[in-house]
């Protein structure tokens, strides 16, 4: 489609045209380009028959990278748990820590995987299993339902200040992470929790 010239004098409306234009395809949820079997066989230095020896489709492996970095956080967390004073302030400071420490890994499970294909957390999977065990170091401050709610919210605050700070690495936060996790974890459940 040809695209009639603007009249002399009118160059503000080509360039709101062309931002328009510009946001209409940058505003677009974007596919993740996930690795081919192909790639990944090549990537191993082996024939792409010996992949689908292991998985029966890109899902599949996809969905095994996706649970070995949820199994890898919830092992930072549970560890970070272990023994402490206080619990959810460790806990909440492992995911923060483990989320910077592995931005494309947090990127892939929190802010790509529904365009993966993967679905999103299901009963029983290692997604819910890091909820649940938040859930479950609250529920002493926070019974009943009130203790998920709470695990989502705190969730919810951890994400924002993991992915505001792998998006803005150049920002003075003013705080360091552990001061600023803290002062949630403070604010949600109160001090030494």
Not at 48 to 54: D, E, G, I, Q, R
Not at 55 to 60: C, E, I, K, M
Not at 98 to 108: F, I, K, T, V
Request: aromatic letters at 4%; proline letters at 6%; glycine letters at 6%.
């Amino acid at each position: 489609m040809k695209r009639e010239p603007n009249a002399r004098g009118e160059g503000d409306a080509l360039r709101h045209q062309l931002v328009s234009a510009a946001s209409e395809m940058l505003l677009r949820p974007q596919a993740i380009a996930l690795p081919s079997l192909r790639a990944v066989a090549r990537a191993c230095n082996v024939s792409p028959a010996a992949v689908y020896l292991h998985f029966d489709s890109q899902l599949a492996l996809i969905q095994a990278v996706v649970d070995a970095q949820i199994a890898s956080l919830g092992a930072a967390t549970s560890a970070a748990v272990e023994g402490s004073a206080t619990p959810v302030a460790a806990f909440a400071e492992a995911y923060a820590v483990w989320g910077l420490e592995h931005p494309g890994a947090y990127q892939l499970l929190f802010e790509s995987a529904e365009r993966t294909g993967i679905p999103n957390h299901q009963p029983g999977d290692e997604g819910e299993a890091i909820i649940q065990a938040a859930v479950e170091l609250i529920e002493p401050h926070r019974p009943g339902e009130a203790a998920r709610h709470t695990a989502l919210t705190l969730w919810m605050a951890l994400h924002g200040i993991v992915s505001l700070r792998l998006h803005k690495p150049d920002l003075d936060w003013g705080v360091d992470l552990k001061d600023q996790v803290a002062e949630v974890t403070t604010a949600l459940l109160g001090p030494r929790v």
